[in-house]
């Protein structure tokens, strides 16, 4: 083994890993459907029970195809509880969150997220 090895390894282990794109972690819920320079847009959809991975968005604005209730998991171990009904419309900022589906239907949305 190198010398200089151990130190480094102890280094990357160390570091918190930052929030992932929501299309890598949970590529069977988010898929991209536009995507220029200034936004891009995801079709999200996910089932009753259904939890993602912890992941990251910008600033975006979402449109509920349909109603649902979920819950959003912040990493500071706050919990928000939010229910939509078809054609609410919601603006975030950047949020790194676990979004859970706790309702009885399918959460179905559009996202657009800003690039700049």
Do not use: C
């Not at 130190?7 to 890993?17: E, F, H």
């Not at 972690?25 to 089932?47: A, C, H, M, P, S």
């Amino acid at each position: 083994m190198h010398r200089f090895a151990g130190p480094l390894i102890g280094l990357v282990l160390a570091t918190p890993v930052a929030a992932q794109d929501p299309t890598a972690t949970d590529g069977d819920k988010y898929k991209v459907i536009f995507e220029n320079e200034q936004v891009r847009v995801l079709d999200y959809k996910d089932n009753p029970g259904e939890k993602t991975h912890q992941h990251h968005h910008p600033a975006f604005v979402l449109y509920a195809m349909g109603a649902f209730k979920r819950k959003i998991h912040l990493p500071d171990g706050k919990v928000l509880t939010r229910e939509f009904k078809a054609g609410d419309v919601l603006w975030s900022d950047a949020q790194t969150h676990i979004g859970e589906n706790v309702g009885t239907t399918p959460t179905h949305v559009i996202m657009v997220e800003m690039k700049k």
